[in-house]
């Protein structure tokens, strides 16, 4: 399987999972399934794609697409059942619209948001944007964000789970919510870098050609 089609999948996935939830106890364990295939099918279609030598700037910026896609739909879904804030969707969705913005920009410029043309030249913003340490710190932290938010909401979706583990309830719901925090401060943390640096590609752009 190609690493564009299974960047593909992941974001059909999603969609999966959400359908899923409060259709039935089972529908909701099998939506906690599918989320967790879901964000594991991130780091296989970059896998994927370095093992076969397929790696591209335009597959890279598939799987950014991919990646703001999916991250939208679960910060929606949760917000919309009431189990996060209205503004975590709204803070991470600008942030995702002001970063992907500036790297288009700079992608006509022959630039990419990570790798050996990355846009990003101060050290500090090669290593809050590029870095592998960087990068696999925000996936946990987020993919640990949604595995809690998905396993409270079927917990409170299926009374008859709830009394098998009553007790947990209130860890799960304030680890639910501390992470989703950590994730966003995380995600808006990573995009000032983007911000900062992409300005200069944006001024390009509206530089006017001289008239003689």
């Known amino acids: 399987m190609s690493p564009n089609l ?3 999948v992941r974001v059909f996935l999603a969609f999966a999972t ?3 939830f409060g259709v ?3 529908a909701s364990l099998a939506a906690v399934v599918l989320l967790v295939l879901t964000l594991a099918l991130d780091a296989v279609d970059g896998y994927v794609a370095r093992r076969d030598g397929r790696t591209s700037d335009v ?3 598939f799987d950014i697409a991919a ?3 999916v991250e939208s739909v679960f910060w ?4 919309a059942t009431g189990m996060v804030s209205f503004w975590i969707p709204v803070i991470v969705i600008a942030r995702g619209g002001f970063t992907d913005f500036l790297r288009m920009i700079a992608f006509t410029q022959g630039k990419t948001a990570f790798g050996e043309k990355t846009m990003m030249e101060t050290w500090w913003g090669r290593m809050l944007v590029g870095s592998r340490a960087s990068r696999a710190a925000y ?3 987020k993919c640990a964000a949604f595995l809690t938010l998905g396993v409270w909401r079927m917990l409170v979706i299926t009374p008859e789970w709830q009394t098998l583990v009553a007790g947990l309830m209130p860890g799960v719901r304030l680890g639910a919510l501390a992470l989703a925090v950590v994730t966003v401060v995380f995600c808006v943390v990573r995009g000032v870098p983007v911000l900062v640096e992409g300005v200069r590609f944006f001024r390009q752009e509206l530089v006017l050609p001289k008239v003689w």
């Open 6 to 8: 299974i960047t593909l």
């Open 18 to 20: 959400i359908a899923l």
């Open 24 to 26: 039935s106890g089972y």
């Open 59 to 61: 597959g890279a910026a």
């Open 67 to 69: 990646d703001r896609i």
């Open 76 to 79: 929606i879904y949760f917000a």
């Open 139 to 141: 996936g946990i932290v």
